[in-house]
């Protein structure tokens, strides 16, 4: 398995390595070992999926306030997704950036996101399932959100949305969040 670095501090592309064979393959997706060597969480409190009928359904750009910020670990088991984490810590020297990176059944791929981020995605294809592994227990409360279309973040999405929660769609930009460091 490898941890690839991203432009944003503290966020890496998961590649795995299959081991191919006549079977088919066999990967190691996660290793709370490796996570912990390379510093990142390898805490999971909580596993979850998000099925999306259709392409082009977006969802975020979500997280978690202080004091459980979440610490994600995000990967596609079918369809495709372009995912999105954007740096909000405000003292970070990537704030306000992102990075985006398509994530598919085929290529294996998943994306660290750690706390103090918020987190998207756009399905690029019709019944696309995530998965997520979190190391933080969801509290209510504390879920916040930041607009997917903020002209400050200046995400390039790789199409428009077709669907969108009224909630998504009516969340804040970056210069209206309340952040702490």
Known sequence: MKIVP??????FVIEPEPFRDERGFFMRTFCATTFRE???NPEIDQCSF???HRRHTLRGMHFQAAPRMEDKLVRVV??????VAVDIRPDSKTFGQWF???LTAENHLALYIPQGFAHGFLTLSDA???AYQIAQPYQADLARGLNWNDAQVGIVWPHRPDVISARDEALPGLSD???TS
């Open 6 to 11: 991203t432009p944003l501090d503290g966020c």
């Open 38 to 40: 390379r510093g990142l």
């Open 50 to 52: 998000s099925f999306n």
């Open 78 to 83: 079918q369809g495709a997704i372009y995912d």
């Open 100 to 102: 985006g990176q398509e």
């Open 128 to 130: 696309a399932m995530v």
């Open 177 to 179: 969040l309340a952040l």
